[in-house]
């Protein structure tokens, strides 16, 4: 039950350069989607959201894109930073409007940027 | 900066045995969580829980699962009889009000059955 994908394990990036992370989802029931960092032995922490009314929200270096109609979002990182080097899970919830807090996650994209 | 605390960071046990797995949330949290993640796989939510309930659980919280927040800071995940494909990392969460993107995690406990 692949609700979520991300389908590229890793990637690499020269640092000042732009990070492209992609998600796809199968679950028209989404409605709020997530990016999540995680570094070693830590926890993932929250990056950056956007609902699906929207199509871009940006904080920073980091802007996420949403395409309905193909079902994917990606997470642009630019410039790219050593720093950004962790993975990255895509996440869904739906029915957040009405409090849900159930979270979907990809498996996630290891994101290496070289200095 | 507050941040959400687990115990132990890994966890030895045997099939077969009952482990508990403690966190500490944020102190003004009022909802938790814990979610799971097997290696290699993605992190899968497990169950959620406010004012001393479950609000909300997965498929993969059966009756082997519990949660419990026995004192004013704990939010204790209890597996009572542990099987070889419980081994994963757990992931507990809080949030201070209700919503996917305020939860907060802690750096997670690695389980592994034997």
């Known amino acids: 039950d692949q609700q979520v994908k991300q389908n590229s394990p890793s990637l690499s990036v020269q640092e000042g350069r732009i990070s492209i992370l992609n998600c796809d989802y199968t679950n028209s029931m989404f409605d709020y989607f997530l990016w999540y960092k995680k570094y070693p032995a830590e926890g993932p922490t929250f990056l950056i959201s956007i609902s699906s009314i929207k199509d871009k929200n940006e904080d920073g270096r980091f802007t996420v894109f949403l395409n309905k109609s193909a079902k994917h979002l990606s997470l642009h990182i630019v410039p790219s930073q050593p720093g950004d080097s962790a993975v990255y899970f895509c996440a869904a919830s739906e029915g957040v409007n009405f409090g849900n807090e159930k979270l979907t996650f990809g498996t996630g994209t290891r994101l290496t940027i070289i200095p | 900066e507050p941040e959400v605390t687990q115990t132990p960071s890994h966890q030895v046990t045997q099939m077969g045995q009952e482990v508990i797995l403690r966190c500490v949330p944020i102190s003004n949290h009022l909802y938790f969580y814990w979610y799971r993640q097997i290696l290699g796989q993605k992190v899968e939510f497990l169950v959620s829980f406010y004012n001393n309930e479950i609000s909300e659980k997965s498929e993969i919280f059966d009756d082997q699962f519990s949660v419990e927040r026995p004192d004013g800071s704990n939010f204790t995940l209890k597996i009572r009889s542990t099987k070889l494909e419980d081994s994963a990392m757990y992931f507990c969460?809080?949030?201070?009000?209700?919503?996917?993107?305020?939860?907060?995690f802690g750096p997670g406990t690695r389980l592994t059955v034997l």
């Open positions: 969460a809080s949030s201070e009000i209700r919503g996917v993107d305020t939860q907060y």
